[in-house]
């Protein structure tokens, strides 16, 4: 019996039965159909500002890691303390952490920073060895804290100007962020964005001491329960736990432009696929639109969130690593069956959506 268990296949797809807005999850469905899917929570926003919801074992206040959109969240913050004048698009590493002066690190810009052009690699080890064996085990591969992180960063080597998609830069970016704030980046998270805009159901927990008892356990496209994820000091790139509600919230203020630091999502540097890079953001050609978008990915958790110039936006959470980034597909469709994402035309997101950028992983 274990024998065969080992070898047999998990159902393709979405594996339960859709609840809420029952023709959102028709438009939504033939894009979500990549691989095995546990429970996954989604919200679209209509350009008139309508929001839908809908879920498969999940419903909009159901609580997932939503791995590197967090960097959007990062990037909010950069331009919000650069209107307040606490930093500069072109304020240095080292002059926020003067452990850092006279390095290579110590000379990245804020802007490189956020725009991913340092250079640095997607994640930089502190002990690849152990990282190694917590990924085996599907626990949390990140628990250096910030010292630790700043001294190791002393000897990184950088290339400024040549893009790489980092996890390590948008953490130290974070940091540096908060540091000229005078806080800890989840207190500066919670004090500039969620509260204003009213995410009363988003945190960024630090330890997995800060999870509430029944936060939902995210799982592999085999099943196997993976470990909550809190990444440590590599935190202000992935990892804040939200919900479709309050990502809804958050979506729909960013695509009117209503969030804090709301220019962020201003393109700053073209990319050779032929779109552009915002702080944090992407913006990928799709179908003829301009969309922007991020994806995020932990142990056992997927997301997307993107959004069209018209205002029309999307948001899907999943609780399993089956990426979920043909979502994007569903901005590029008519809406309401005009031929929509519930049609007979639907098809899969254009490869470029899974291309721009990568997922907050140890996968390179």
């Known amino acids: 019996m274990v024998a065969l268990a080992a070898f047999t296949p998990w159902e393709r797809g979405l594996t339960t039965a859709p609840s809420g807005d029952a023709h959102l999850a028709a438009e939504l469905e033939p894009f979500l159909d990549s691989g095995y899917m546990r429970d996954v929570s989604a919200a679209a926003i209509e350009p008139d500002g309508t929001v839908r919801f809908t879920g498969w074992g999940a419903d909009e206040h159901d609580q ?10 990062t990037a909010a913050l950069l331009s919000d303390a650069i ?5 500069t698009a072109e304020t240095t590493l080292g002059e926020v952490f003067a452990e850092l002066e006279g390095t290579s690190a110590g000379d990245l810009t804020m802007e490189q920073l956020a725009t991913q052009h340092t250079g640095l690699p997607k994640s930089v080890d502190s002990a690849p060895i152990t990282q190694m064996w917590k ?6 591969p990140y628990s250096e804290d910030l010292p630790s992180l700043l001294e190791r960063a002393q000897g990184f080597d950088t290339d400024p100007g040549t893009y790489v998609y980092s996890n390590t830069g948008v953490a130290l970016l974070g940091h540096a962020v908060a540091r000229a704030a005078g806080t800890e980046y989840p207190q ?12 009363e159901e988003t945190i960024v927990p630090e330890s997995p001491a800060d999870l509430p008892a029944d936060a939902p356990a995210g799982f592999t496209n085999s099943g196997l ?4 994820w809190t990444l440590g000091a590599e935190a ?8 479709a509600h309050d990502m809804a919230i958050w979506m729909q203020a960013v695509a009117d432009g209503d969030a804090p630091g ?4 201003e393109p700053r540097t073209e990319l050779e696929d032929g779109g552009s890079i915002c702080y944090a953001w992407h913006v990928t050609p799709l179908d003829g639109t301009d969309i922007t978008w991020h994806n995020g990915g932990t142990g056992g958790f997927r997301s997307y969130a993107g959004y069209s110039p018209d205002g029309r936006a999307v948001v899907v959470l999943s609780n399993t690593e089956t990426s979920v980034d043909g979502a994007a597909g569903y901005l590029t469709t008519a809406p309401d069956g005009a031929g ?19 997922d907050t992983t140890t996968e390179e």
Do not use: C, N, W
């Open 340 to 358: 929509g994402a519930g049609g007979a035309d639907a098809q899969a997101a254009p490869e470029a959506v899974h291309a721009a950028a990568d």
């Open 262 to 265: 709301a220019d962020a999502v």
């Open 188 to 199: 500066l998270v919670h004090d500039r964005l969620l509260e204003p805009l009213g995410m």
């Open 64 to 73: 997932f890691e939503i791995g590197s959109i967090t960097k959007t969240f």
């Open 225 to 228: 329960r993976t470990g909550p």
């Open 83 to 87: 209107e307040r004048g606490e930093l």
């Open 236 to 243: 202000p790139s992935g990892s804040i736990r939200s919900t």
């Open 135 to 140: 990924v085996y085990l599907r626990l949390d």
